[in-house]
């Protein structure tokens, strides 16, 4: 762990160790937390102990630092600053009426049944009789959902190689019949295999290397890829499939 946290070419790479883009929806969840947090500090920073000081410093660190940290980082905030906000007297004594009524309270049963009815419904694939209640999948506008439905019915050998952050979606698919290429283990890989891998991604000179190096048969890519701009034009790549989202490549046989 040491070792993988250390890495700077991963940390550098690795889009959730980057510093957070504030378009997200966590992310300015975050971004408002911090002028809270300034606000009550100023007003009531003395009530603060040593070490709570020092874990408002890490927090607001540690979430500007990397995206990864911000649901930690946001949770300590809360719990060190969020006692200091004015309201949070009145909260918490609400907090604590409701806690005496749930002690107090004995019918056990009906929650479980419900625990029961859920687990059963969900062990059915989410149906209910005739009924579907549940219905989780893949969102296909993110995930290559119908590039992978077409190479399951036209038999596409594999391996396939996909961006790292498709490769666990293309695994739980297409294993054992198909391998793939690389998924988003990155400490897996190893650093000196990623610098081939983004050398492909980004067609840098020499990308070809990856692809000689490490067997691929087809290769599935998000549709406006770099990458896939120059298969479209390179001698040995067949495009075989493409929709909104992806498109995907086979090797041409070698004419003898």
């Known amino acids: 762990m040491y070792h993988y946290l250390s890495n700077r070419f991963l940390m550098d790479h690795i889009d959730e160790f980057q510093s957070p883009n504030f378009h997200g929806v966590a992310q300015k969840c975050f971004l408002a937390l911090l002028p809270i947090t300034v606000a009550v500090l100023a007003v009531r920073g003395r009530e603060l102990r040593m070490s709570q000081g020092l874990a408002v410093l890490f927090a607001v660190y540690a979430g500007l630092y990397a995206s990864r940290n911000i649901p930690v980082s946001s949770i300590l905030l809360v719990i060190v600053v969020g006692p200091l906000v004015p309201a949070a007297g009145l909260a918490r004594g609400f907090s604590q009426r409701m806690a005496a009524i749930e002690v107090g309270l004995r019918g056990h049963l009906w929650p479980s049944l419900g625990m029961i009815v859920t687990l059963a419904i969900a062990a059915n694939g989410g149906r209910a009789g ?57 400490d897996l890989y190893g650093d000196e295999f990623f610098k081939s891998y983004l050398k492909l991604v980004h067609v840098e000179p020499g990308w070809e290397e990856f692809l000689e190096t490490h067997p691929t048969s087809c290769v599935l890519l998000p549709r406006d890829a770099a990458l896939a701009n120059r298969l479209v034009i390179t001698k040995g790549w067949k495009q075989i499939y493409a929709d909104n989202v992806t498109i995907a490549f086979v090797r041409e046989p070698v004419n003898r």
């Open 130 to 186: 005739s009924s579907v209640l549940m219905d989780a999948h893949f969102d296909p506008k993110r995930m290559p959902v119908d590039a992978v439905n077409y190479l399951e019915k036209n038999e596409v050998a594999g391996p396939v190689l996909s961006p790292d952050y498709w490769g666990g979606f293309l695994i739980y698919r297409l294993y054992p019949k198909s391998r793939v290429v690389v998924d988003d283990r990155h």
